[in-house]
């Protein structure tokens, strides 16, 4: 596997990402096993360079992973709450 897309939005290793979601989100494979693997809207990414309580919150979420089979989605609910959900996939 290789990781040349770009940069995890969350800690700054190398990663590799793939749209998803039409464009609206990212799915991201990153170097670090901190973080593993991650799907994230554009809507949570816009906020993360202005919000790093928020990221902190996400790497910490990413790293508390469920099984070895998924990965977490993050977005925002209409509330602009942020919502994760543990995808089994
Ligand atoms: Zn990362």
């Avoid at 290793?13 to 609206?24: F, I, L, M, N, P």
């Avoid at 809507?43 to 099984?67: M, P, Y």
Wanted: proline share 0%.
């Amino acid at each position: 596997m290789s990781y040349k897309n770009g940069k995890c939005f969350l800690c700054g290793s190398s990663c590799k990402e793939t749209k998803t979601d039409a464009g609206h989100r990212f799915f991201v494979t990153c170097s670090n096993a901190r973080c593993g693997k991650y799907e994230i809207t554009q809507t949570v990414l816009a906020k993360l360079n202005d919000n790093l309580a928020l990221r902190e919150k996400l790497q910490l979420l990413a790293n508390s992973r469920v099984s070895e089979a998924g990965h977490y989605d993050f977005s925002f609910n209409l509330d602009k709450e942020l919502k994760f959900e543990w995808l089994r996939k």
